[in-house]
């Protein structure tokens, strides 16, 4: 699964209708589509469509075809987003009517291209699961932990300094496994 990190933007066209995509990490998916309307006051038709992973890691997806014929829009813009294994992802495709009608045939082309395209300037990053933990060494080991993180590129979240430092890493559960086998003993899980 990939997803991305930033908002991208393409203009598709076909025969006179604008199709103006907007991909964004779906947690900024609300407040786009109110720019969007803000900004695209004359666009006739808002589609969207995103995938998300619930606090259950369940895939849950949705789309809308906003007054365009049922199933001409959103679903292949969906079908698109899930077929390039997009994840905490959304887009919305803003459409400027040329005065051509495309057919349901034409619509579903259309709208998958325009996502098609704007997914080809997205820079994408792959989806790991990531767990928060605690590791607890003294002062003189602190830099030999860090190197160690470093080198398995493992992110130090957070430092607490008392009488021992308290390092708060977010890795995957294989990351934790195998950064276990490489810790000296001086340094422990913080429960």
């Known amino acids: ?22 991909l964004m990490p779906y947690e900024n998916f609300h407040e786009v589509m109110i720019k969007l309307k803000e900004k695209h006051p004359k666009g006739r038709h808002f589609v969207y469509a995103y995938r998300y992973l619930n606090e259950f890691d369940q895939v849950v997806e949705n789309s809308s ?7 001409t829009s959103g679903k292949p813009s969906l079908a698109v987003l899930a077929g ?9 495709i803003v459409r400027y009517f040329g005065g051509i009608k ?13 996502v098609n395209e704007v997914l080809t300037k997205a820079t994408f990053f792959e989806y790991k699961k990531l767990m ?6 003294s002062y003189p ?8 993180l470093k080198q398995e590129d493992i992110s130090i979240k957070d430092k607490e300094f008392s ?18 086998a490489k810790l000296p003993i001086s340094i422990s899980e913080e429960k």
């Not at 495309?102 to 325009?114: C, E, H, M, N, P």
């Not at 928060?132 to 060494?137: I, P, V």
């Not at 009488?163 to 276990?180: A, G, H, K, M, Y």
């Open 1 to 22: 699964m990939k997803f991305i990190q930033e908002e991208y933007e393409n203009t598709y066209e076909e025969k006179k209708s604008k199709f103006i995509a907007h």
């Open 65 to 71: 075809d906003d007054g365009e014929p049922k199933g």
């Open 84 to 92: 390039s294994g997009m994840i905490n992802t959304g887009v919305i």
């Open 102 to 114: 495309l057919g349901t045939g034409g619509l579903v082309r259309a709208y998958g291209d325009s």
């Open 132 to 137: 928060t933990k605690k590791l607890k060494c």
């Open 141 to 148: 080991d602190l830099s030999k932990l860090e190197y160690l």
């Open 163 to 180: 009488i021992d430092v308290i390092l708060n890493i977010e890795l995957t559960s294989n990351e934790w496994q195998l950064l276990l």
